[in-house]
């Protein structure tokens, strides 16, 4: 007997890891779920394969780990670059810092050194007073530089600030760590190409997402300077993100990075957050808080209208004092769904003033 698992039909823009998957990443589910195949990745021509889709796309010879989450992949990138003396300088607002649960600290037992960036982007001149610390025996050693790409707040680095960054972090002896949970929405905006934004602006390690457009679950570490990776499968599987049927992870990023699925996923994404801003800003009592780069739009909307709105299209609010929320579009928001909250929250906002008087 079918199963009634009462799903709601209603599309939301909680977060772009609310939607589900993209039918051509079920489809390749589907096709390797047959006979038996490598475990862990070990001899496994898909893995191959897929290092080699990663390689054309970025242009070099990046060594590349399966993980399962986003977390995960961040985790274990600044655990395996840092000894527990040394920190990563990130922004407040970092996924890393404020979103992992402490697991950097607890894997790494290391410290995350903290710069508020009110657009969730660091510049080469906050990081300078931490490097007064170095070669002092009584701080912690900053040895990592983490942005994100697109940011947490929805914001993204031009080629020229990620170069900036790495020439600044490769010339103080440290590493450049881009968290890219959001990095096919960030090229397409920038209409760039990875190896643009990544290779040639120098960063030393990926976090490649890829579950936020359309993937089932699973993320990818990618070391540009292979002589990096040195050792990662060892501590990845001391981190426990060694995936063991991981044909299901490869098969996803192989029919992702081969078909233009990114490209695809994310255009679509980006483009229902530029409509969904548009249609907002025009509502009166609506105001855009922060620029929309990418797919995520953040907004201040009346307090008295955001529980009513939330039970029609959930999202998260951002900054309750403000009165600022959230939208994030996903690669299967549609006009539709982007007509229908905007018309929402116009006719809430209508009802209130009519009910206020
Ligand atoms: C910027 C950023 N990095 C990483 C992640 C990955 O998180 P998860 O461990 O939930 O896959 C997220 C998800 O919210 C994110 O927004």
Request: proline letters at 3%; a negative charge.
């Amino acid at each position: 007997m079918p199963m009634n698992y009462h799903l709601s039909n209603r599309k939301g823009f909680a977060s772009d890891n609310w939607s589900g998957v993209s039918p051509e990443v079920m489809e390749a589910l589907q096709q390797v779920n047959i006979s038996h195949h490598p475990a862990y990745g070990e001899n496994d021509p898909l893995m191959q394969q897929a290092e080699e889709a990663f390689q054309t796309l970025f242009e070099t010879n990046c060594k590349v780990f399966f993980v399962y989450n986003g977390t995960g992949a961040n985790v274990l990138a600044v655990n395996h670059l840092l000894h527990s003396w040394q920190a990563v300088v990130a922004p407040h607002s970092a996924h890393l810092n404020e979103d992992e649960g402490g697991a950097p600290e607890k894997f790494t037992g290391g410290k995350i050194l903290t710069v508020d960036c009110h657009d969730g982007k660091i510049k080469p001149d906050q990081i300078k007073p931490f490097l007064n610390s170095i070669g002092f025996q009584h701080h912690v050693q900053p040895k990592l530089i983490s942005i994100s790409q697109a940011t947490e707040m929805g914001t993204l680095y031009s080629l020229d600030e990620i170069r900036e960054l790495a020439s600044f972090a490769h010339e103080n002896n440290m590493y450049l760590h881009m968290d890219g949970a959001r990095i096919a929405n960030a090229a397409v905006a920038l209409d760039c190409s990875f190896s643009e934004m990544v290779t040639q602006t120098g960063v030393d390690v990926l976090s490649f997402g890829g579950t936020k457009n359309g993937l089932m679950f699973g993320e990818a570490v990618v070391f540009l300077r292979p002589e990096l990776a040195d050792g990662f499968e060892y501590n990845r599987k001391q981190g426990m993100q060694l995936a063991s049927k991981q044909r299901f992870i490869t098969a996803q990023f192989l029919t992702y990075l081969t078909n233009d699925l990114w490209k695809h996923n994310a255009l679509q994404a980006n483009a229902m957050a530029g409509v969904l801003a548009e249609k907002l800003s025009s509502i009166e009592g609506i105001q855009l808080s922060r620029p929309v780069e990418a797919n995520g739009v953040f907004a201040i909307l009346p307090k008295a209208i955001i529980a009513e709105l939330q039970k029609e299209y959930f999202f998260h609010v951002w900054n309750e004092s403000l009165s600022e929320v959230r939208l994030m579009c996903s690669f299967d928001t549609t006009i539709e769904d982007v007509d229908g909250i905007a018309a929402a929250a116009n006719r809430i906002l209508e009802e209130k003033k009519i009910r206020l008087g």
